[in-house]
């Protein structure tokens, strides 16, 4: 089994906003998009409530170009990738992580109902 494999991530959500391309000195494009995905919970005195989690998307290369041309503000889309943890100092020289999932393949879905 591959570390791949072991470290596999499969989200369905909503993209945020537009896919933001960019491209590095080197001339590989990278597509960033932000996926907003939804999970439900009752309380004890059945109140629904609904809690959006945001996950930051990260293509490189082809799948950076292919994903920036079908994702757009609202699209549905079923995400395959792999999470990387980053540390890193905010401006304000406070030690920050967050995670980020790497790209490996999407489909974008039709909207539910």
Known sequence: MTNTIKNSVQLIGYAGKDVIISKLENGTKKATLILATNGFATNADDVRTKNTAWHKIVAWGRMAEDIALVAKKGSL????????CITFVSAKGLTK????????????LSKMA
């Not at 992580?97 to 974008?108: P, Q, S």
């Open 77 to 84: 889309l079923k995400i395959t990738g792999h999470t990387k």
């Open 97 to 108: 992580k967050l995670t980020e999932v790497t790209l490996v393949d999407f489909i974008k």
